[in-house]
């Protein structure tokens, strides 16, 4: 069974800093493609960001790119997206996403196979 757990969020202020971790089980890494969504209340579910299996192909959304981060580690089964910057228009439940080994479209939700829970960002001004 595939299992996705983030942790990591919270409350803070306008420019401060947090990292998201999803904690993955039932699914290899190296072979998996991972992402991460966000969705605001009475909003569509958003695209943020995505990582190949060999992490060499990213994707950010023009809104967080230069501001967060996407990363891997296999042997902790963990993926991590580093939130720098951070405006109230970042406020969101954020879920952590894994896919398959194909190459997919990242951007659309519904190429995803499996999602975590969500984790609330609240960024206050």
């Known amino acids: 069974q595939v299992r996705l757990v983030e942790s990591g969020g919270g409350s803070v202020q306008a420019g401060d800093s947090l990292r998201l971790s999803c904690v993955t089980s039932?699914?290899?890494?190296?072979?998996?493609?991972m992402a991460w969504f966000r969705q605001a209340p009475g909003k569509e579910r958003e695209f943020v960001a995505a990582?190949?299996?060999?992490?060499?192909?990213?994707d950010y959304a023009a809104s967080v790119k230069d501001r967060f981060t996407i990363s891997k580690n296999n042997g902790k089964n963990t993926v991590t997206l580093q939130m720098n910057a951070l405006k109230p228009e970042d406020t969101a439940a954020c879920y952590c996403?894994?896919?398959?080994?194909?190459?997919?479209?990242?951007?659309?939700?519904?190429?995803?196979?499996?999602w975590g829970q969500g984790i609330q960002v609240t960024v206050s001004s």
């Open positions: 996403a894994a896919g398959s080994n194909q190459m997919i479209k990242p951007r659309v939700p519904g190429g995803w196979l499996y």
């Open positions: 039932g699914i290899s890494l190296s072979t998996t493609y």
């Open positions: 990582i190949s299996p060999s992490d060499v192909y990213i």
